[in-house]
């Protein structure tokens, strides 16, 4: 089976940038479409961006629209948020998806059957 790792968390500032990255194995790389997740606590799984497995195109949520992009190398195996201009309200547990049947995950959390364990991002103001 897939098997999803999250790397790049930690503790920054406001106003810092961080990036995140995801290992992927166990498939090729290539045929999963990619998403990005938050949980904060005391709050439900949100949604943050997502990426197709055919051509790259992208999508965001409004409250990371033009702070974070989404990326892939298919070439290894990888995808990655960079998040800038960070917010203590960032401060969350963030996960990779995976979702193996269709082109585009978008944003709905049950449309991605592999996840990772989460890496912690902490921001103090």
């Known amino acids: 089976q897939v098997q999803v790792v999250e790397s790049g968390g930690g503790l920054v500032q406001a106003g810092a940038s961080l990036r995140l990255s995801c290992s992927v194995s166990g498939r090729t790389f290539r045929s999963l479409a990619m998403g990005w997740f938050r949980q904060a606590p005391g709050k439900e799984r949100e949604f943050l961006a997502a990426?197709?497995?055919?051509?790259?195109?992208?999508e965001y949520a409004d409250s990371v629209k033009g702070r974070f992009i989404i990326s892939r190398d298919n070439n290894k195996n990888t995808a990655a948020l960079q998040m800038n201009n960070l917010k203590p309200e960032d401060t969350a547990v963030y996960y990779c998806a995976a979702d193996p049947w269709r082109i585009y995950g978008g944003s709905d959390p049950s449309n991605y059957n592999y996840w990772g364990q989460g890496t912690q991002v902490t921001v103090s103001s």
């Open positions: 990426i197709s497995r055919q051509d790259g195109s992208s």
